[in-house]
């Protein structure tokens, strides 16, 4: 078993910056990814930006050029770095880590509302 703790979220204003961050613990594997997901109000769940243990990422083309990830292996954490934040990414971001089985961990999500 994994568990996933995230933390971050919170009340911005279009255009600013929010930093996530998700700290793992349990049965961490050497081969992982680790990232993050979004779900909107009457939305389904949509990947946000993933990273894998050495470093390979992949994001969703919305958050190109605004989000970073990133990782610290030796800590099991994963981080997301918002910028330019607009009224759209309000949604409850979930950490996720998937091993090299496939099996997937979520955490509970941590809310992100950017608003005037």
């Known amino acids: 078993q994994v568990q996933l703790v995230e933390s971050g979220g919170g009340l911005v204003q279009p255009g600013g910056s929010l930093r996530l961050s998700c700290a793992a613990s349990g049965s961490i594997s050497r081969f992982n990814v680790m990232g993050w997901y979004r779900q909107a109000l009457g939305k389904q769940r949509e990947l946000v930006a993933a990273?894998?243990?050495?470093?390979?990422?992949n994001y969703s083309d919305f958050v190109k050029g605004r989000f970073t990830i990133s990782r610290d292996n030796a800590k099991n954490e994963v981080y997301l770095q918002m910028d330019s934040l607009k009224p759209e990414d309000t949604a409850i971001y979930h950490c996720n880590y998937k091993n090299q089985r496939l099996e997937n961990y979520w955490g509970q999500g941590t809310q992100v509302t950017v608003s005037s």
């Open positions: 990273m894998s243990h050495i470093g390979t990422t």
